[in-house]
């Protein structure tokens, strides 16, 4: 089963430089990040690094609080919700996250070009992008390999331009021979307390110990037969036809508990070894290995839908063709294509789990901080990679969720007296684990007060153990986790009134409620919370009793299971998102947390529950099919689980609604001109919803079964896709033509899978 990709599949195409942000092309590691725009005469490669925030390690726990927090469950139990929502908003919240800094800009003037038969293409398949105009062709690419972002301009006139570098913080930019040198540091703070923030955003250290991450960013310029003189911080270049520019970036950062200019790991020598090693090679040489780098992760998914060949018109046009009307079969692909890319370009071993923006942020001051939303957003991010084939750059996320577990202990134990961890909805470098807010204002608790992110998190570690099958895994990492945040749910139980087990009180993420004549987000309990309990502790049960591990805790869970509060349906069918059947204040509100049970757990699916399913279905009607970007992601996924791809479709092409930047006030969601998710503004969790919503269409897999083509739409009737990663370590290939499945192909174990197509089971050797 083998199949080429159409060229308008993986290939973004501009025929004018980027005119801002949001059509530039993204270039990335993992680490070092860049978005590149293309312009014949003032060149912009705006540079960030994985690891530039603002802040140091700090112990932010607000001490004690946990007092106040049962005088609140006490509140809430009797009924009185606004009280104990007031208790949560002045008492029980402590400091705001960090924020995700850029870098700064390479800029790169030319002389005397006029940028005639201009184009501008980034190749997702080898990660590299192009400039081509009058006679010039420059290529871009960041190599993980090697560690080093890399430039060739090559002219068939001779090249004349200047080539600097601004930066927007502390930082001491110089120039001497070929090499521009930047060292600088972070800010030590961004003011969590966000009354002086809004005045004073940024703070630098004095002391050591509360000093920024240090950085330096290190560029050298090879004239080939040119010349270089540098001066002012610059170096001009002139006398050759071709030029190439390698650019490293490393800083002091050495770990989320280590101060960075006092713990810090060495970050000057190691920024320029990276130069030397590239140097030393060509740069042909190195972009064929970071090209067989990317394609080793890239090639292993080949998803194909067909194709109108119109790789020769610009993406945005496209975008806008669509949205009219036009057929675009390799659209779907190319943006599903897109964000595998991004994930290979944001997501490597050893670098930072991607958060709102991946490794792509321009602002000193960006939207919601740029830091890690925890109570969808993050996960988001890291959907598509177990399915999709590309479970390495998972890890990002799974070290991160260890270093959350750790800090995380100290936050359950003081904000709620419970075992376990507790993390809320903001996370950052430094890993912030506490409600945000110091005594904010009233109405915080409906985006503050969510404590279940390890729960959330901790399935993550389950289907990581279940797609790939590796022990080792389960028994250091996944299994120790998911313990603790067992631990946190059993501690937080209280009986309600009826004696069912309930965590409270608690909030459905970011959403409201009227509840005696206030607005209220406060709740005894919420679907979500009780659905994040539920499958923690299910999980814990599978995984423990398949390897043998922890007996006693298995055996006090099962106990537990059964009293838990059930789901409830309200009075019009709904699925209930809070304790009680209240009037809501946004019907149509961007968050479907309460439909937790049916993605990403399967508490509830169409076969063992249809009566929670058309409920979760009704719900689903009633939000309506509008929402941010990131919104519309987390819809295809749903309806994909609910077996209805027609309306998953409808929802990809609503995604696909073309959005410019200036149109960003009008907070309509959809996507950007060059593919990038609109919230607005940009982030980036809707190209991976989008990806694991579309996987989900033509697969989905848990509990020893796969299920092919579960949510094929009628509109997609040939196509084929390759490489899918299924539970139990298993490769899938599937083909289908005319709306029917062809052939499939499984590649593993699969003495214990039950394959199923249309509710029927089939042979698991193929068809």
């Known amino acids: 089963m083998t199949t080429e ?23 990335g590691n993992g680490h070092l990040g860049a978005m590149v725009y293309g312009h014949p005469l003032k060149e912009v490669i705006k540079l960030n690094h994985d690891t ?56 790169i003037d030319f002389k005397g070009n006029k940028g005639e038969n201009y184009s501008r293409n980034l190749n997702l398949k080898d990660s590299l992008a192009t400039v081509k105009y009058d006679k010039t062709n420059i290529e871009y690419f960041i190599s993980n390999p090697h560690k080093v972002m890399a430039v060739k301009i090559e002219s068939e006139e001779t090249l004349d331009f200047t080539i600097g570098f601004t930066c927007p913080l502390m930082c001491q930019v110089k120039s001497e021979g070929n090499r521009i040198l930047a060292d600088g540091e972070c800010p030590g703070d961004c003011h969590t307390n966000e009354q002086v923030y809004h005045t004073q955003p940024l703070q630098y250290g004095e002391q050591p ?46 770990g989320y508990d280590k101060a960075p200019q006092v713990e810090g790991k060495e970050y000057k020598n190691a920024c320029l070894a990276n130069l030397e090693k590239a140097e030393a090679m060509s740069f042909d040489e190195i972009k064929e ?74 602002l000193i001051d960006p939207p919601w901080r740029s830091n890690y939303t925890t109570n969808i957003n993050t996960e988001m991010n890291y959907w598509p990679m177990l399915m999709c084939n590309m479970a390495e750059l998972n890890m990002p996320l799974v070290e991160m969720i260890k270093d959350l577990c750790e800090k995380g202990k100290t936050t359950a134990k003081e904000h709620y007296g419970a075992r376990g961890f507790a993390v809320h909805h903001n996370v950052d470098l430094w ?41 080792d895994f389960a028994l250091s990492t996944a299994i120790p986790v998911m313990k603790e945040a067992c631990l946190f749910c059993i501690d937080m139980m209280i009986e309600d009134k009826d004696g069912y087990l309930i965590i409270g009180p608690s909030t459905s993420p970011e959403n409201v409620f009227w509840y005696q004549d206030n607005r209220i987000a406060v709740s005894q309990t919420t679907t979500m919370t009780m659905s994040i309990a539920k499958d923690v502790l299910t999980n814990f049960v599978k995984i423990a009793e398949d390897l043998g591990q922890e007996p006693e805790l298995v055996a006090e869970i099962k106990d537990i299971l059964p009293k838990l509060l059930p789901f409830k349906i309200t009075s019009d069918g709904r699925l209930q998102e809070w304790y009680e059947e209240v009037p809501e204040i946004e019907p149509n509100h961007r968050h479907i947390s309460h439909l937790y049970g049916l993605h990403p757990a399967r508490l509830i699916t169409p076969v063992e529950t249809p009566e929670l399913t058309e409920a979760c279905i009704k719900s689903l009607e009633m939000r309506g099919d509008e929402g941010t970007g990131w919104s519309l992601g987390w819809k295809i996924n749903v309806w994909a689980r609910l077996l209805d791809g027609n309306h998953a479709l409808k929802l990809l092409d609503r995604q696909l609604h073309p959005v410019e930047e200036k149109d960003d006030l009008k907070r309509i969601g959809g996507t950007y001109p060059n593919l990038m998710d609109a919230h607005p503004p940009f982030q980036i969790d809707g190209n991976f919803g989008a990806v694991s919503g579309i996987t989900e269409m033509l697969m989905q897999s848990y509990d020893g079964k796969i299920y092919i083509l579960p949510a094929l739409p009628e509109a997609w009737k040939k196509g084929s896709v390759k490489g899918l990663k299924a539970w139990g370590n298993i490769t899938v290939n599937i083909e289908w033509d005319n709306g029917e499945l062809s052939n499939f192909e499984l590649l593993g174990d699969t003495s214990k899978v039950k394959v199923c197509y249309k509710g029927q089971e089939l042979k698991t050797e193929g068809k």
């Not at 990709?5 to 270039?27: G, H, R, Y």
């Not at 090209?291 to 119109?310: P, T």
């Open 52 to 107: 530039l925030w603002t802040g140091h390690p700090v112990d932010d726990n607000n001490y004690g609080s946990y007092k106040f927090f049962k005088e609140a469950q006490a509140l809430a139990m009797e009924g009185k919700l606004w009280e104990a929502q007031r208790i949560i908003e002045t008492k029980c919240q402590a400091t705001w996250s960090h924020m995700y800094l850029p870098l700064g800009d390479i800029e």
């Open 289 to 362: 290995i970071h090209i067989l780098d990317v394609r080793s992760i890239f090639d292993r998914v080949n998803l194909d839908l067909g194709s109108n060949n119109k790789e020769n018109v610009p993406t945005p046009e496209r975008l806008i063709k669509k949205e009219a009307g036009e057929e675009d079969k390799g659209l779907y692909t190319l943006f599903y294509n897109f964000g595998r890319y991004l994930a290979i370009a944001g997501s490597r071993e050893g670098s930072q789990a991607m958060n709102l923006q991946g490794i792509w942020n321009q």
């Open 5 to 27: 990709m159409s060229k308008d599949t993986f290939n973004i195409f501009f025929n004018k430089p980027a005119e801002c942000w949001t059509e530039a092309f993204p270039l």
């Open 431 to 471: 890993r912030h684990t506490v409600p945000v807010g110091v005594n904010f204002s009233e109405y915080s608790a409906e985006w503050s007060f969510w404590y279940m992110c390890g729960g959330w998190m901790a399935r993550h570690l389950y289907e990581h153990y279940y797609y790939t099958m590796d022990k």
């Open 209 to 254: 110990e509360e000093k920024g991450v240090p950085f330096r960013m290190a560029a050298d310029i090879l004239p080939g037969e040119g010349k270089c003189v540098a001066e002012y911080g610059k170096i001009s270049v002139s006398g050759t036809n071709k030029a190439i520019i390698f650019i490293s970036v490393e800083t002091g950062f050495n």
